[in-house]
T-cell receptor, first 114, second 108 residues
């Protein structure tokens, strides 16, 4: 079973503070994604990566940075957290092997910015 | 522009009724996935269906690429089917876009 783990699962941050959300996958997948979900809505793509040491912008990258230091790890960084970044953040990895494109998600990181 | 549109936004069923969820896309895509999510929970992949019809248990997905749409049929609904169903598609460069979901409530 493919595994994606996120940390922290929940965090309260102050406006202007720095927040780092971490994601670790043991699937040996090349592609990894960061999404945010706001209450009652679907997921919006923030950043993604298809190889270590490289990241790509998604639909809503402003205010976020991403880092992919290894195939297994993908971090989302909020240098100056703002109230509007309160949301649940999901990390996913993508299998281009046997299941051809299936996404595997982590359990989410709930971020509250005060 | 919303790349993925889902309907209905919400649906209430009596247990054992069938459900039909719809998804339409702004562009042609050959990568369509359906997910299930409990409130505040992880997204779980239900079906990966780039084209045609695929079935998994009580779930059947039909994707018609040339019409830019996909549907998810849930037969004999159960209370535990309650939650949000999301569809997603690949745009290009492996960017995956999601609809806002259909919130399903199954009542006893």
């Amino acid at each position: 079973e493919a595994a994606v783990t996120q940390s922290p699962r929940s965090k309260v941050a102050v406006t202007g503070g720095k927040v780092t959300l971490s994601c670790h996958q043991t699937n040996n997948h090349d592609y990894m994604y960061w999404y945010r979900q706001d209450t009652g809505h679907g997921l919006r793509l923030i950043h993604y990566s298809y190889v270590a040491d490289s990241t790509e912008k998604g639909d809503i990258p402003d205010g976020y940075k991403a880092s992919r230091p290894s195939q297994e790890n993908f971090s989302l960084i909020l240098e100056l957290a703002s109230l509007s970044q309160t949301a649940v953040y999901f990390c996913a990895s993508r299998d281009w092997g046997r299941n051809t494109g299936q996404l595997y998600f982590g359990e989410g990181s709930k971020l509250t910015v005060l | 522009e919303q790349q993925v549109q889902q309907s209905p936004a919400s649906l209430v069923l009596q247990e054992a009724e069938n459900a039909e969820l719809q998804c339409s896309f702004s562009i042609f895509t050959n990568q369509v996935q359906w997910f299930y999510q409990r409130p505040g929970g992880r997204l779980v992949s239900l079906l990966y269906n780039p084209s045609g019809t695929k079935q998994s248990g009580r779930l059947t997905s039909t994707t018609v690429i040339k019409e830019r749409r996909s549907s998810l049929h849930i037969s004999s609904s159960q209370i535990t089917d309650s939650g949000t169903y999301l569809c997603a598609m690949d745009l290009h460069n492996n960017r995956i876009f999601f609809g806002d979901g259909t919130q399903l409530v199954v009542k006893p």
